[in-house]
C-alpha cells in the first residue's frame, strides 16, 4: 500500500520566492496534516483538515503561509514569499478516525 | 512552557541495556499518550500507545500516571536499531485528532 506521498523531497530556492508543498494522503484517510520541524522548535503542526476542510490554523506562522485540500487526495502548503526563517523539514501527515497519525517522508525546504 | 516536556538526551547505551525514557505534560485535560520514533532524516513513526494500565509490546513498556502527570518509556535489552529519537506524544481534550509532540529524545545503542 502507498503510504503519504509529499514532493518535491527538496526544495531550494531564494528568498522572496514562492513555494509549493504537495501531500497526497492515504487513500480512505479523513484528516490531513501539515507539521513544520526544525531542531529549534521540534515539530510544529501548521494546519489540518478534516474531510478537506481547514479545522485549526492556528498553527500557521503568518499570512505568508496558505494552505489548502481541493479534494481528498490533495493538498497544498504554500509559502509566498518565502524567506531564510522558512527552512526547515515539511510533514503531510492523514489518519482515519484515529489519532494515529502516518506521516509523509517530508519535504526538506532550505531558502537562501 | 510546552505542554509536553522531554528529557533531550542524549541517551548513549551500550547494546543489551535497558533504559528509560520519561515525559511529563502540563494540560490536565489529557486524553491519550504514544510513543513515537523518529529515525535520522526519516518521518515519525507511532511505536505504540500509551494506557493507564501499562502496556508492553516485546521488549518495549510504557506506562502513564495521570496523577503526576508522567510518561514513561521503557525499553529492554535494546539493540543497535533501537537508535533513534523517540517523542513523547499527547492528545488533549478539544483537539480533536490533534497530537502535541514533544522535542525528542535522542537514543543511539552502542555495539
Known amino acids: 500500500d502507498a503510504g503519504v506521498i509529499q514532493s518535491p523531497r527538496h526544495e531550494v530556492t531564494e528568498m522572496g520566492q514562492e513555494v509549493t508543498l504537495r501531500c497526497k494522503p492515504i487513500?480512505?484517510?479523513?484528516?490531513l496534516f501539515w507539521y513544520r520541524q526544525t531542531m529549534m522548535r521540534g515539530l510544529e503542526l501548521l494546519i489540518y483538515f478534516n474531510n478537506n476542510v481547514p479545522i485549526d490554523d492556528s498553527g500557521m506562522p503568518e499570512d505568508r503561509f496558505s494552505a489548502k485540500m481541493p479534494n481528498a487526495s490533495f493538498s497544498t502548503l504554500k509559502i509566498q514569499p518565502s524567506e531564510p526563517r522558512d527552512s526547515a523539514v515539511y510533514f503531510c501527515?492523514?489518519?482515519?478516525?484515529?489519532?494515529?497519525?502516518?506521516f509523509g517522508p517530508g519535504t526538506r525546504l532550505t531558502v537562501t | 512552557r510546552k505542554e509536553v516536556e522531554q528529557d533531550p538526551g542524549p541517551f548513549n547505551v551500550p547494546e543489551g541495556a535497558t533504559v528509560a525514557f520519561n515525559c511529563t505534560y502540563s494540560n490536565s485535560a489529557s486524553q491519550s499518550f504514544f510513543w513515537y520514533r523518529q529515525d535520522c532524516r526519516k518521518e515519525p513513526k507511532l511505536l505504540m500507545s500509551v494506557y493507564s494500565s501499562g502496556n508492553e509490546d516485546g521488549r518495549f513498556t510504557a506506562q502513564l500516571n495521570r496523577a503526576s502527570q508522567y510518561i514513561s518509556l521503557l525499553i529492554r535489552d535494546s539493540k543497535l536499531s533501537d537508535s533513534a529519537t523517540y517523542l513523547c506524544v499527547g492528545a488533549f481534550s478539544g483537539s480533536a485528532r490533534q497530537l502535541t509532540f514533544g522535542s525528542g529524545t535522542q537514543l543511539t545503542v552502542l555495539p
Open positions: 501527515a492523514s489518519s482515519f478516525k484515529s489519532y494515529e497519525q502516518y
Open positions: 487513500s480512505g484517510h479523513d484528516y
